[in-house]
């Protein structure tokens, strides 16, 4: 049977019982009679809440996110067209691989004025020395030799000028030693990565004309990871520095580091963790559910969000009595997936219902008159 048709099927079974079986009968608003037969026609199921209900870790939202420092953004050093993107999102990549490569009519002017440079630096070194060897000779002037020494340390810093206005760019120091070595340009400038890690975005498109300082990629060293974890501000207390984070289904240990003092707009506050173990595991950027020790409070319990009944801003669940359900409003305190933890007057050894949660309400809500 599926579910709408079992759904179906619940509610007529109740409104049989309510007209002709006299078995869900009129009762304060706060109580449902439902006899054991109809509890099983029903299909509820019942849980007991226990003192391991009570206690222990609960579940909570977090983000896999890397530490402040680790994301490099590489961004155009010039204005000028991308000519090819050589990796994507989520490569791996090793430092001073070539990431894209970017031509430029300022990169070809840069080589220039280094050529520039590099002719004038030799010339003045050429005749420096030729200028020294004939005041040895005492066929020119000192004042001469000083010039033509005055001149080659003028060119020397023009062409250090040059070689670091090319580095700036991203070009390395062999790229720029072969232009000057070959007087042979490159017509386009790769861009390397300065760290192993893993390619995070790629915004840059072959044939984009981009202008210096645009973001054109980003990449990671994946090493530390941390988790940000989404805590209730109500909870925010009940957590301790250094307590053990785990993630249900892995074989992951983390440790908070720090819990923010900061109330979101979703009333929550953000604690942070160091992945300790296991953090190949993890993924940057992934939503998971982690598990945190919450400290005991009287009437704070562990269930189901399918025991959970909502009437406006309020909410209930059904606990068995000895002639049907009584209903008791619960306070959410934490939520994560399909686990919440409740406060309301519960007890250890309370049954509540945790399937045919809405067969319950229904009725409740139809003898109480509520909508």
Same mark, same amino acid.
């Given at each position: 049977?599926?579910?709408?048709?079992?759904?179906?099927?619940?509610?007529?079974?109740?409104?049989?019982?309510?007209?002709?079986?006299?078995?869900?009968?009129?009762?304060?608003?706060?109580?449902?009679?439902? #006899?054991?037969?109809?509890?099983?026609?029903?299909?509820?199921?019942?849980?007991?809440?226990?003192?391991?209900?009570?206690?222990?870790?609960?579940?909570?939202?977090?983000?896999?996110?890397?530490?402040?420092? #680790?994301?490099?953004?590489?961004?155009?050093?010039?204005?000028?067209?991308?000519?090819?993107?050589?990796?994507?999102?989520?490569?791996?990549?090793?430092?001073?691989?070539?990431?894209?490569?970017?031509?430029?009519?300022?990169?070809?002017?840069?080589?220039?004025?280094?050529?520039?440079?590099?002719?004038?630096?030799?010339?003045?070194? !050429?005749?420096?020395?030729?200028?020294?060897?004939?005041?040895?000779?005492?066929?020119?002037?000192?004042?001469?030799?000083?010039?033509?020494?005055?001149?080659?340390?003028?060119?020397?810093?023009?062409?250090?000028?040059?070689?670091?206005?090319?580095?700036?760019?991203?070009?390395?120091?062999? #790229?720029?030693? !072969?232009?000057? !070595?070959?007087?042979?340009?490159?017509?386009?400038?790769?861009?390397?990565?300065?760290?192993?890690?893993?390619?995070?975005?790629?915004?840059?498109?072959?044939?984009? !004309?981009?202008?210096?300082?645009?973001?054109?990629?980003?990449?990671?060293?994946?090493?530390?990871?941390?988790?940000?974890?989404?805590?209730?501000?109500?909870?925010?207390?009940?957590?301790?520095?250094?307590?053990?984070?785990?993630?249900?289904?892995?074989?992951?240990?983390?440790?908070?580091?720090?819990?923010?003092?900061?109330?979101?707009?979703?009333?929550?506050?953000?604690?942070?963790?160091?992945?300790?173990?296991?953090?190949?595991?993890?993924?940057?950027?992934?939503?998971?559910?982690?598990?945190?020790?919450?400290?005991?409070?009287?009437?704070?319990?562990?269930?189901?969000?399918?025991?959970?009944?909502?009437?406006?801003?309020?909410?209930?669940?059904?606990?068995?009595?000895?002639?049907?359900?009584?209903?008791?409003?619960?306070?959410?305190?934490?939520?994560?997936?399909?686990?919440?933890?409740?406060?309301?007057?519960?007890?250890?050894?309370?049954?509540?219902?945790?399937? #045919?949660?809405?067969?319950?309400?229904?009725?409740?809500?139809?003898?109480?008159?509520?909508?």
């Amino acid at each position: 049977m599926n579910y709408p048709k079992r759904c179906s099927f619940m509610l007529c079974v109740l409104a049989y019982a309510c007209a002709f079986s006299g078995g869900l009968l009129a009762a304060p608003a706060s109580e449902i009679l439902v #006899s054991d037969k109809q509890l099983r026609t029903m299909g509820i199921t019942l849980m007991p809440l226990t003192a391991s209900s009570e206690s222990g870790k609960a579940l909570y939202p977090a983000k896999v996110v890397l530490p402040v420092g #680790s994301e490099f953004v590489v961004s155009a050093p010039v204005n000028g067209m991308i000519s090819q993107v050589l990796v994507e999102p989520g490569q791996a990549v090793k430092r001073g691989q070539s990431l894209l490569r970017i031509s430029s009519p300022e990169l070809a002017k840069l080589q220039l004025d280094l050529l520039q440079a590099a002719n004038r630096s030799r010339l003045a070194g !050429r005749t420096a020395a030729r200028e020294d060897r004939l005041l040895k000779e005492g066929i020119i002037s000192e004042r001469r030799q000083q010039e033509a020494a005055s001149a080659r340390i003028d060119a020397a810093a023009t062409l250090s000028q040059a070689r670091a206005a090319l580095a700036f760019t991203g070009m390395s120091s062999p #790229s720029i030693e !072969r232009i000057i !070595r070959t007087n042979k340009l490159e017509d386009s400038l790769p861009l390397v990565a300065h760290t192993t890690g893993v390619v995070m975005s790629v915004s840059a498109r072959p044939g984009q !004309r981009v202008e210096s300082s645009s973001p054109l990629l980003s990449v990671a060293a994946l090493g530390d990871l941390w988790l940000d974890i989404q805590l209730p501000s109500a909870q925010a207390n009940s957590i301790s520095l250094q307590a053990k984070v785990t993630i249900p289904g892995r074989d992951v240990q983390a440790q908070v580091a720090s819990i923010g003092s900061v109330v979101g707009s979703a009333q929550t506050v953000t604690v942070r963790a160091r992945v300790l173990s296991k953090a190949s595991d993890l993924r940057a950027g992934e939503f998971i559910q982690v598990a945190l020790p919450v400290s005991q409070e009287a009437g704070s319990w562990s269930l189901p969000l399918a025991a959970l009944a909502r009437q406006g801003e309020s909410a209930y669940v059904f606990v068995r009595t000895a002639k049907g359900f009584t209903v008791r409003p619960v306070k959410i305190i934490a939520s994560a997936g399909q686990k919440i933890r409740a406060q309301g007057e519960l007890k250890a050894g309370d049954q509540v219902a945790v399937s #045919s949660v809405v067969t319950l309400k229904a009725a409740w809500l139809g003898e109480s008159g509520g909508e």
